[in-house]
């Protein structure tokens, strides 16, 4: 397959630094009928009779297991979804029975880099297929050799190999949701992209899509960005957006038969997008933070939807978990139990740590992360931008509150550049990725109605971001 346009990340980097981590998560692998037959041309009996015996017993006569409890996810008229997997890899007590004692992959090894699975050959890269034969090119954060931002940029030939066997297809439409019901263009998308990147990221952070073409608007920066830290901006550009869908929403109700046309022409002005985000900046700063506990029990309340996603657990007991973290979590009394990491602490010395985003290397860090993430995940295609865009706000705030977990983990008070690193790399395994997990929020109406008022309120938006 070839693309007219491949829109590669501008501002990161990835070189693949072989610590494993990929191959350990216990993810499945999945694997066609056409990758089987070539699997099943080895034997892997004798290749791990000398490479890996202790693996023996978990492969038994065969590498791969049929497909379980896999639910492919549903297409919408925004995303459709083209996969046709039957098989996984098997796995062993530290991942992938391919993984060996040294974190390398035997199947790599013995046979070759083109020989793997189109999954294991993709990671971390994903790619979007957009309209007119077009790929978004994403790499995910869960790889360290991303987050090391290495000088290594993905090439144009990889993305190209790639797609040739790409067996996982997400397919996006012309038009994509704003917010629930109202639709735009992916042109009108692109344009609130780029103004939001020139607006909330430093020039070499400023992710912008289509950025060959693009020339920054840097007025956004210097009159409105750059005064105010990180946090404020992040806070600023929901405003922004949640202001934009009100207007939006005006336009459509007013004369939906032009709403297209009028909506382009609204957002097709810098300096009125610059004149209504230097009045979102206004409502931010000019605005103080609640007090401490609420903003911790909208991410205690996040954290308990990752945690309570547990097969065959009884709805009131989720609901008790949930409940329970958050009253712990506004007394400051009680123990945490991270269940991924096996590891608890008391709420106290997560109240008393600290995580200084100021540090020069985290602030670039998050900045990076979100510039990355904004109008690129699935989510947005899923969920809708303003959704999507709440999202990236919770993210940050799982992302300040995760590094003080591993920060009281490794003994420290406040949390450095290596607990974020972890956070955010837990964050977009468990909820990133997996963003169906906080789906709850788009099909139960119960949850919305409450949930999107968070968003409008810009006391509760900055204590979030803040936290
Ligand atoms: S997680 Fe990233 S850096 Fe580590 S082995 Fe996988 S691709 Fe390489
Ligand atoms: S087959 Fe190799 S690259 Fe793929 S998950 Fe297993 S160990 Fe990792």
């Known amino acids: 397959m070839n693309a007219d346009r491949i829109i590669m990340p501008s501002n990161t980097y990835y070189k693949c630094i072989c610590c494993g981590a990929c191959c350990i998560n216990k993810w499945q692998i999945h694997v066609d009928e056409k990758e089987k037959e070539r699997f099943r041309d080895t034997d892997w009996n004798a290749v ?5 015996p202790e693996m023996k017993s978990f492969i038994k006569d065969d590498v791969l297991e049929p497909l379980s409890g896999f639910i492919p996810p549903v297409s919408t008229p925004y995303i459709k979804f083209v996969s046709d997997f039957g098989y996984n890899f098997k796995t062993g007590p530290s991942g992938c029975v391919f993984l060996n004692q040294k974190k390398l992959c ?13 999954t294991c050959k993709a990671f971390p890269i994903k790619v979007l297929y957009l309209p007119g034969n077009t790929i978004q090119v994403g790499l995910s954060f869960v790889c360290p050799g991303v987050i090391n931002n290495s000088n290594e940029k993905v090439t144009e030939k990889q993305v190209l190999d790639l797609i040739s066997d790409d067996n996982d297809r997400t397919y996006l439409s012309e038009n994509l949701l704003f917010s629930r019901g109202l639709e735009i263009g992916f042109g009108d998308m692109l344009k609130i992209n780029h103004f939001l990147s020139d607006f909330m990221f430093q020039k070499k952070n400023a992710s912008h899509l289509f950025d060959q073409e693009y020339a920054a608007f840097d007025r956004a920066w210097t009159e409105a960005g750059s005064s105010i830290p990180f946090e404020d901006r992040l806070a600023s550009s929901t405003v922004f957006i949640v202001a934009l869908n009100k207007i939006a929403l005006k336009l459509h109700s007013e004369d939906p038969q032009n709403f297209s046309k009028r909506f382009t022409a609204e957002i097709s002005n810098p300096d009125a997008m610059l004149e209504m985000i230097k009045k979102c900046v206004q409502a931010v700063t000019q605005t ?3 007090k401490k506990n609420f903003a911790r029990m909208i ?7 990752q945690q309570a996603n547990v097969k065959g657990m009884l709805n009131y007991a989720k609901a008790f978990g949930i409940i329970s973290n958050m009253i712990k979590y506004s007394t ?18 997560h109240h008393a740590s600290s995580a200084d985003s100021e540090d020069p290397m985290v602030a670039d860090l998050l900045e ?6 904004i109008f ?16 990236i706000v919770l993210f940050h705030a799982l ?16 949390a450095v550049y290596d607990d974020y690193m972890m956070a955010i790399r837990f964050i977009e395994m468990e909820y990133a990725y997996h963003v169906r997990l906080l789906s709850v929020l788009e099909s139960n109406s119960y949850f919305s109605k409450y949930f999107d008022p968070l968003f409008e309120n810009v006391q509760v938006l900055k204590s979030l971001v803040r936290e």
Not at 106 to 118: A, D, L, R, T, V
């Open 299 to 305: 991410t205690t309340a996040v954290i308990s939807l």
């Open 332 to 349: 400051g009394w009680g123990k945490f139990y991270i269940k991924d990491f096996d590891f608890s602490f008391p709420i106290s010395a």
């Open 376 to 391: 690129r995940k699935r989510m947005f295609f899923d969920s809708g931008l303003l959704r999507g865009h709440q999202y």
């Open 48 to 52: 791990f009779e000398r490479e890996n």
């Open 399 to 414: 992302a300040r509150w995760f590094s003080k977990a591993f920060a009281i983990r490794a003994g420290r008070k406040s």
């Open 106 to 118: 035997i199947m790599h090894s013995e046979k070759g880099f083109e020989y793997k699975s189109h």
């Open 288 to 290: 103080t933070q609640l």
């Open 368 to 373: 990076k992360y979100a510039s990355h993430s």
